[in-house]
Antibody, heavy 120, light 107 residues
């Protein structure tokens, strides 16, 4: 059974940093791309970032480019999202999700989400 | 960037009704279109990919169609457990792999 367990969320002040993690199990982690999708309170889904199976290719939404960094450790079956210079509009539930292919496809499995709140 | 729109933004239907949701892309995306269902307090769940292929385990009352710029998600006989928000997502070639704004379905 595919499982994605997100963690690392919390309350941060504007300008602060946070690292989200997503631990995967139940599939060959290094064979698939992964991504992060966020959802602000009461709002829709926003694609944030993606990474290829090897980690060699990364993609970002314009809203986070230059502030967020996606990475992965295939030896630990773990996906990361380093979030720097956080802003109030980064407040959201962050979902990690498994790509159907090595990169850039639809998400066939999703984690339960981890909440990030940015407020002074 | 390619923009995704959905209509309607919300709808209310009766049990057993046929429900249709439309998703449009600002440029052609072939059939690189997925549909997700999100129930309150839950993560999204993949329903359909490739515009019309049903994900394993998804009830057959769900179907998808379309290609290019216009796509539809149809629920042939609405059930109580189908109350949710439905999102389309494009995943062709280049990012961002944008989602539509969602359609909220209730009874």
């Amino acid at each position: 059974e595919v499982q994605l367990l997100g963690s690392g969320g919390g309350l941060m002040q504007p300008g602060g940093s946070l690292r989200l993690s997503c631990t995967a199990s139940g599939f060959s982690f290094g064979s698939y791309g992964m991504g992060w999708v966020r959802q602000a309170p009461g709002r829709g889904l926003e694609w944030v970032s993606g990474i290829s199976n090897s980690g060699g290719t990364t993609y970002y939404a314009d809203s986070v480019k230059g502030r967020f960094t996606i990475s992965r450790d295939n030896s630990k079956n773990t996906l990361y999202l380093q979030m720097n210079n956080l802003r109030a509009d980064d407040t959201a539930e962050y979902f990690c999700a498994k790509d159907h292919w090595v990169r850039g496809s639809y998400f066939d499995y999703w984690g339960q989400g981890t909440l990030v709140t940015v407020s002074s | 960037d390619i923009q995704m729109t959905q209509s309607p933004s919300s709808l209310s239907a009766s049990l057993g009704d046929r429900v249709t949701i439309t998703c449009r892309a600002s440029q052609g995306i072939g059939n690189f279109l997925a549909w997700y269902q999100q129930k309150p307090g839950q993560a999204p769940k993949l329903l359909i990919y490739g515009a019309s292929t049903l994900q394993s385990g998804v009830p057959s009352r769900f179907s998808g169609s379309g290609s290019g710029t216009e796509f539809t998600l149809t629920i042939t006989s609405l059930q109580a457990e189908d109350v949710a928000t439905y999102y389309c997502q494009k995943y062709n070639s280049a990012p961002p792999w944008a989602f539509g704004p969602g359609t909220k379905v209730d009874i």
